[in-house]
């Protein structure tokens, strides 16, 4: 009985911790810098960005449906903002031991195939996603560069239809990063999609 | 030779169903769907968002399975596959009759996710897989994978 209390107790204890964990940010919240492993070997962290009047950083991968459909958006993202001082940062937060078309060698494959222009890191520990909180892929976190450091003003998706771009109406990364570089208000500062889990 | 029976229903533009083989695909937009969420009888339902390109979803769906055959009287299961509409036929059909599923299947195809996620649950963040267990006295939403014995279990405290 009493190793029965004892282990209920713990399992409690680990479920608290990790609901504490998986929250992440919220709007307003200051977002952790980073280094981590870009494809090209290099490492990169936020920092690096001296000029950066935020960032686009995307939690997304390889090998789920839904990241795949967004990866032409994200170039694009990448192609419209970086000149404007938004620059894409993309994180791939996948365990590459449970999803092996993950690894460094297929992410470097994939953004040759792709022409990716950004950063395409990877979250080797897994440490930096569950600081931000994301929990799927694509996940994306707009960051605002300020004197106390990147605070956090969109959390979620790209925009309105993953199915297909010319049917999208709602561009919700655009419509935050176009607020932020003109320093308006915006509405939408969090949005919810259908994404992977990310993989542990 | 491949025959492909489309049903129009008249009263709705948005409800389209797909017949092919033995497996006939109920696709919704969630204006459709809403009324999975709101039954309101004497069953528990046992709602379930997944899909074929989900690995942990498919991994707990015998799971799904088993509950419904054991409590085929009290409980209704539904799987809501949230599978992408072109591979209903290449992914999602041929997995319905692989895998001989026998719960009620509904597929959800509405891209505006942001529109109807908080709908189902405030608390879901669209990571799938995701369970909603209802009946009249008791709603909850479940953001995590079930082993058959906690599903078993999370069930019975509806049956109480």
Excluded at chain 1, 47 to 71: L, M, Q, R, W
């Amino acid at each position: 009985m009493k190793t029965i209390l004892t282990l209920l107790v713990l399992l409690t204890t680990v479920t608290f911790a990790q609901n504490a964990e998986s929250k992440g940010y919220d709007i307003g919240d200051i977002a952790t810098d980073f280094k981590l492993t870009n494809i090209d070997g290099n490492t990169v962290s936020l920092s690096n960005f001296k000029d950066a009047k935020g960032f686009i950083v995307v939690f997304t991968c390889n090998t789920c449906p839904y990241a795949v459909a967004y990866e032409d958006r994200i170039e694009a993202l990448n192609k419209k903002y970086a000149k404007k001082g938004f620059p894409v940062i993309a994180i791939m937060p996948n365990n590459v031991q449970t999803k092996p078309g993950d690894s460094m060698e297929a992410m470097q494959k994939r953004a040759k195939e792709k022409g990716f222009t950004f950063p395409y890191l990877m979250d080797s520990d897994q440490s930096i996603f569950p600081k931000y909180g994301a929990t799927k892929t694509p996940h994306v976190y707009v960051l605002e560069s300020t004197d106390r450091g990147p605070v956090v003003e969109y959390i979620g998706a790209i925009d309105d239809n993953y199915k297909d771009a010319a049917l999208v109406k709602t561009k919700y990364v655009e419509n935050a990063v176009d607020a932020l570089l003109s320093g308006v208000d915006f509405e939408v500062h969090k949005t919810k999609a259908i994404g992977c889990s990310i993989k542990l | 030779m491949k025959y492909l029976f489309v049903f129009v229903i008249l009263f709705s533009v948005s409800c389209k169903s797909e017949k092919k083989g033995t497996v006939e695909l109920e696709v919704l937009d969630f204006n459709g769907f809403t009324h999975y969420l709101e039954f309101n009888d004497s069953k528990t339902y046992v709602v379930n968002f997944w899909a074929t390109w989900c690995a942990p979803c498919v991994k707990e769906l015998p799971h799904f399975e088993m509950l419904q055959s054991k409590y085929k009287d009290s409980v209704e299961v539904i799987l809501v596959s949230l599978d992408f509409p072109h591979q209903y036929d290449t992914k999602l059909v041929p997995f319905i009759q692989k895998h001989d599923l026998k719960s009620k299947i509904v597929v959800l195809d509405d891209p505006d996710m942001n529109s109807w996620i908080p709908k189902v649950d405030p608390q879901w963040d669209g990571a799938i897989p995701v369970t909603l267990i209802y009946n009249t006295s008791k709603r909850l939403f479940y953001s995590r994978t079930f082993s058959y014995q906690e599903l078993e279990a999370e069930l019975k405290t509806f049956l109480l």
